[in-house]
């Protein structure tokens, strides 16, 4: 096994930040989901405002009537879990996607 291939199949193991994400908990249950998330459903995108107009879109006329209280603002990592914005952060940190901030929560701007 080459160098590239030892450090490739390291970094599989660690868990990294793919994308900004939401999570709608309306206590339903739905398919394909992340492995942490057992109602609800989560919708992915490059920031949070596009995952808020997807968001929006689904749910047409009734976006008014949504339950503001049960989203969570998060990422989706490589090892298919949901995290929210803290322990983005601290997953990010750690595998050095982001520099030490002060703030501690992750925003999709940190990423690129």
């Not at 908990?25 to 490059?46: M, T, W």
């Not at 989706?76 to 901030?101: H, M, P």
């Not at 703030?103 to 990423?111: G, K, T």
Request: charged share 25%.
């Amino acid at each position: 096994m080459s160098d590239f291939e030892l450090i490739s199949s390291i970094d599989k193991l660690k868990e990294y930040i793919l994308c900004s994400a939401i999570w709608y908990n309306d206590g339903l249950h739905y398919e394909h989901q992340p492995k942490n998330i057992s109602s609800g459903f989560v919708i992915c995108a490059r920031r949070h405002h596009n995952c808020f107009t997807t968001l929006k879109i689904l749910s047409l006329t009734n976006f008014n009537s949504i339950n503001k209280n049960n989203i969570i603002q998060g990422f989706i990592t490589n090892l298919d879990n949901f995290v929210d914005r803290k322990e983005g952060y601290k997953i990010a940190l750690n595998f050095k996607q982001i520099k030490e901030k002060v703030n501690e929560y992750l925003i999709s701007e940190d990423l690129y």
